[in-house]
């Protein structure tokens, strides 16, 4: 109706637009308050669920930094090789700490070749930590 509005006050007002750019801007400021509340509330989720994380004795703590970034950046790839610079860890420890979270089914493994195996976060994570893992 408001939309309506504004373009009937534009044609009758020798076509000024003034009324319809008025109505649009008010569109774009409530769209923009409307991201920012939910953003405010997913920032929220994701330290409650940290906060949880770090209040359990289930993860190492190169496990709770590894699950702390799969969190924030859902689409990024582990390796063993990476985690075990990360942490500056034997590879067997960064091997184990990933193998134990894709046991719990938190990362997803996949072998890209012969030797290297990539780990990814699992779909729905946030939910997974949020109601337990195995």
Do not use: C, M, W
């Not at 989720?45 to 709770?64: C, K, M, P, V, W």
């Not at 046991?103 to 070749?113: A, G």
């Amino acid at each position: 109706a408001r939309y309506s509005e504004s373009y009937l006050y534009s044609e009758t007002d020798d076509n000024d637009l003034t009324y319809f750019i008025i109505y649009q801007l008010e569109v774009i400021l409530r769209a923009i308050e409307e991201l920012d509340s939910y953003l405010q509330r997913k920032a929220a989720e994701i330290r409650e669920l940290e906060a949880t994380l770090r209040g359990t004795s289930q993860f190492n703590y190169r496990q709770l930094a590894l699950l702390s970034h799969a969190i924030r950046h859902p689409g990024t790839q582990y390796t063993i090789r990476s985690h075990q610079t990360s942490h500056n860890v034997a590879y067997a420890t960064a091997r184990s700490d990933l193998l134990e979270l894709t046991e719990r089914e938190l990362l997803i493994q996949q072998r890209i070749d012969k030797k290297t195996n990539v780990f990814f976060p699992a779909p729905e994570l946030r939910n997974r930590l949020a109601h337990g893992s195995k």
